[in-house]
């Protein structure tokens, strides 16, 4: 398992893996406290896409996630990764979180290659793959920091190279940006819209964020409360590679519009849907 310049080549040009899910549902918790957190998704997210999940807070959104990557079972529903039916955690997939997962003992260089040394990989290779990695997202002369002595901003470059450098099929990223300040998110995604052109992989993104999602994906799936599933699919024209000046444009704003629109929609018919049961309950 190297990160040779061949492989990084071929890698630009494979896509990673599709993700297929099918009739997928998720329950949290036990007895009074079970919660139905996903009912009946379906969801596909073609190799080499970049899908957000949009929706309101405690949809669901993470238990999907958590599923894909394997540390939740589904109570019904299959999950298949680059072909492979999703049964645990597994190499195909990479998760960033909002938080740090970062090892405060560990230098930067050491945190990012650590992925590589639990699977054996020698120490010389390791630390050029963490090297080559660092420098993708824009962290050369940083390898011997550590963590604490990195901004919110950077932390996540560390975890975005610490994911990318086992190359997983699919990356998962839960809410990744949602704790740094305005000005500092922008370029994150700025800068991971870059990563993404040069290390060609699937991801799926969630975010609470509508420009976010906007900005970042190629099809944006609106989620609706919980119990989760696709309420709607808007898939975002905009062409690779992206900037900024896309987010001033008509075409942008009008793709706010509908996912407003979709989103007011799911918050009528769940209102719709809490009144019915209130009154069958009555
Ligand atoms: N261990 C658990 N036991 C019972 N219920 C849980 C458990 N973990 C989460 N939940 C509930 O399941 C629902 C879905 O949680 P999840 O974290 O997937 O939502 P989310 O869409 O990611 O929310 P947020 O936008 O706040 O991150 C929430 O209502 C949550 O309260
Ligand atoms: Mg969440």
């Known amino acids: 398992m190297t990160l040779d310049a061949n492989r990084a080549a071929a890698r630009r040009e494979s896509p990673g893996g599709a993700v297929e899910i099918r009739g997928l549902s998720v329950a949290l918790g036990t007895g009074a406290r ?5 009912r009946d998704l379906d969801l596909r997210v073609e190799g080499g896409e970049l899908v957000s999940l949009l929706g309101p807070s405690g949809c669901g959104k993470s238990t999907i996630l958590n599923a894909v990557a394997g540390y939740v079972a589904p109570e019904r529903g299959s999950i298949v990764v680059g072909g492979e039916r999703v049964e645990g955690p597994g190499p195909s997939r990479g998760m960033v979180f909002q938080q740090s997962s970062l ?4 230098t930067v260089l050491n945190n990012v290659g650590f992925g590589l040394k639990m699977r054996g990989v020698p120490e010389r290779e390791r630390r050029e793959a963490s090297r080559r990695l660092l420098s993708l997202v824009g962290l050369s002369g940083f390898e011997d920091a550590y963590p604490a002595q990195l901004s919110g901003g950077m932390r996540q470059r560390v975890e975005i ?61 609106l989620m609706t409360r919980r119990p989760c599933r696709v309420g709607a699919e808007i898939a975002v024209p905009f062409g ?43």
């Open 103 to 106: 090892l405060p003992w560990k």
């Open 161 to 221: 190279a610490r994911v990318l450098i086992t190359e997983p099929r699919v990356v998962l990223m839960d809410e990744p940006f949602s704790a740094l300040d305005a000005q500092t998110r922008l370029s994150m995604q700025e800068l991971l819209l870059d990563v993404f052109r040069q290390v060609r992989t699937t991801v799926l993104f969630v975010t609470h964020d509508i420009d976010e999602a906007i900005f970042l994906s190629d099809r944006i799936a």
């Open 240 to 282: 690779r590679p992206r900037t900024a000046a896309i987010v001033g444009s008509g075409e942008f704003a009008a793709i706010k519009r509908r996912c407003l629109e979709a989103l007011r929609d799911e918050r009528a018919a769940a209102a719709h849907r809490h009144d019915l049961e209130a009154q069958t309950s009555a």
């Open 34 to 38: 079970r919660v139905e957190a996903v």
